[in-house]
């Protein structure tokens, strides 16, 4: 296990007191600053400040299309991606489309039978659907590596309108249209939307495009703001950077859930999670509504994922989000299984001595490898690969990385010094997958662990915890706990994370797996747990910790979530 070090973010103290002039608590002032924040418009969540459609390339062009194929009566088809960010992206086109007149439906691929993205095989499915063949394939979340897919549709006589936020690889498919903040020349100011944020933006453009044409007079047509649910959970699953523009989203979204207006699915997600939506949070949907939806695409099918969020009706949502919790307990065994057997193979590698791990198990469940890689990277915090059986011969990796090493340019060197090697990869920095031929595993592991090695210079990495430095006395306690917990903190905008010694008063551990604390620093008294600790600590403790509301038999208290602790030196 690393041990992590403790490192303060730099105070910004011009950009702090502006905050604090513009009216913003002292505290917030403080944590906003040090994150990047100068100006109060960049946390005013009103939709006049989102950035326009009209600056993401080629937007308005695929807008057109759109409007030409609804005038038409065109078959549309959505390819949807198996994961949370491509449910809830194909949720809103579907919605967004339908309500704008198309004949549109969906078709998801399994990751177990014909992969990620718009494949060949993709194509024929598609080209049987039930709702007849489609004139045009609108991809969400994928894409942007589809080369042969595009190609096989027009074989079959069908046009493709690509939309993803992928990172492109040397060749563009030859799409209608690519709208891809990420594509090369495309100057949108945001390269941190996800899927279901592209598409979000194109049924805004298009929603424009059809007020120009007089479909709809101006201000007027569907209410797109509705779907904001559907992005804000999309866009925190896909754990993305939260920059302005993805905080000013995914605020609306949680408003709007916060006053029960939300679509039925995610109102029975709430329910099945246990989860209180007048309380909804970031948190909720990462950590909560994010996993149960993933379920599907993991273990079966996420077409089911996908009908729950499309869903208006109450029961069906209801029956469908407590299929998508069975499926959520069935993928936690299967992880926790997984997991032992990853560590045991994870030691027996001596990964003290390397920069990378890489586990592989012909009977681990595909659907839950990267799961286990994300596990093993937090214990030993080196880039992790986790393989398990694919197609015939062939081995699927999953892979995540640490802020030190991109892992996709990790691989792509690995492709380049061993042509071959690699069948397929794609992804960005922090995950990735892959398929490689397992007789080729034990040459790939050494090859990963060379280009590793290279890019970094190094073979070791340390965790390090940025912290908020000292909570002041005056800011402990509800109201301020309920303003942290209020805002937008993700991926690029951490939650604050405060830092101070403490006297151990008394410690026990709840269920033999947490480890319950209170704790006193001046004279004052203080609540705290630790998560998943089952070891007791020293009686005079260094922690990095959050701020946090504990509530208990209707009684809502101040409590400390330790992050780290250590003994003071």
Request: glycine share 8%.
């Amino acid at each position: 296990m690393v041990t992590p070090i403790l490192k303060n973010r730099p105070e910004q103290e011009t950009a702090s007191q502006n905050l604090k002039q513009a009216g913003i608590h002292d505290l917030m002032a403080r944590l906003l600053a040090s994150r990047g924040v100068t100006d109060i418009a960049q946390i005013d969540p009103a939709w006049r400040n989102m950035i326009p459609p009209s600056l993401l390339t080629q937007a308005r062009e695929a807008a057109v299309l759109l409007a030409d194929a609804i005038a038409r009566r065109d078959r549309m088809l959505i390819i949807a991606d198996y994961d949370c960010d491509g449910a809830t992206a194909c949720a809103v086109g579907l919605r967004a489309l339908r309500s704008m007149g198309a004949v549109v439906d969906f078709l998801v691929p399994n990751r177990f039978e014909t992969g990620y993205g718009l494949s060949p095989a993709v194509v024929e499915l598609a080209e049987q659907h039930p709702s007849g063949k489609p004139d045009l394939l609108i991809t969400v979340d994928n894409g942007i590596a589809s080369i042969d897919g595009v190609e096989a549709a027009h074989m079959a006589g069908m046009q493709v309108l690509v939309t993803d936020h992928h990172l492109p690889g040397d060749e563009l498919p030859e799409a209608l249209a690519i709208v891809n903040p990420n594509q090369p020349g495309c100057e949108f100011p945001s390269k941190n939307l996800a899927g279901v944020g592209v598409i979000f933006y194109l049924m805004l453009a298009l929603r424009a495009e059809l007020r120009q044409r007089g479909v709809y007079e101006a201000n007027a047509g569907p209410r797109l703001n509705e779907l904001a649910d559907l992005v804000a959970l999309g866009t925190v699953a896909d754990v993305v950077s939260l920059d302005a523009n993805n905080r000013l989203i995914v605020t609306q979204g949680l408003e709007r859930m916060r006053k029960g207006q939300m679509q039925a699915g995610l109102r029975a997600l709430f329910q099945v999670a246990g989860r209180d939506p007048r309380q909804a949070s970031a948190f909720d949907l990462g950590f909560a509504l994010g996993p149960r939806i993933n379920a599907a695409g993991r273990l079966a099918d996420m077409a089911l994922g996908i009908r729950c969020l499309i869903t208006d009706d109450e029961e069906e949502a209801a029956s469908l989000a407590s299929e998508l919790e069975d499926m959520n307990q069935d993928r936690r065994s299967i992880e926790q299984s997984m997991r032992e057997e990853a560590l045991r193979a994870a030691e027996l590698a001596e990964p003290d001595t390397s920069a990378t791990v890489c586990v592989f198990h012909p009977e681990w469940h595909q659907g839950v490898v990267g799961l286990v890689a994300s596990r093993l990277k937090e214990k030993y915090w080196r880039p992790t690969l986790a393989f398990a059986q694919g197609d015939e011969g062939e081995i699927k990796g999953s892979g995540r990385s640490i802020p030190d090493v991109h892992l996709r340019d990790a691989l792509d060197l690995v492709s380049k010094r061993y042509p071959g090697l690699i069948l397929k990869f794609g992804g960005h920095a922090m995950a990735a997958g892959l398929t490689i031929e397992e007789d080729n595993y034990e040459v790939f592991v050494q090859a990963f662990e060379e280009a590793v090695q290279e890019l970094t210079g190094r073979y070791h990495f340390d965790p390090i915890i940025e912290t908020d430095g000292s909570l002041e006395p005056e800011h402990i306690n509800i109201t301020v706990a309920g303003l942290l917990q209020k805002q937008v903190w993700g991926a690029g905008f951490p939650a604050p994370v405060f830092r101070d010694n403490f006297f151990v008063r008394q410690q026990r551990l709840l269920k033999n797996k947490h480890l319950k604390l209170s704790l006193e620093r001046n004279g004052e008294y203080f609540d705290a747990i630790w998560f998943n600790r089952d070891t007791l600590l020293p009686e005079n403790i260094e922690a990095a910790y959050r701020l946090d509301q504990n509530e208990w038999n209707g009684n809502v208290s101040v409590q400390f979530i330790i992050e780290f602790a250590q003994e003071q030196s």
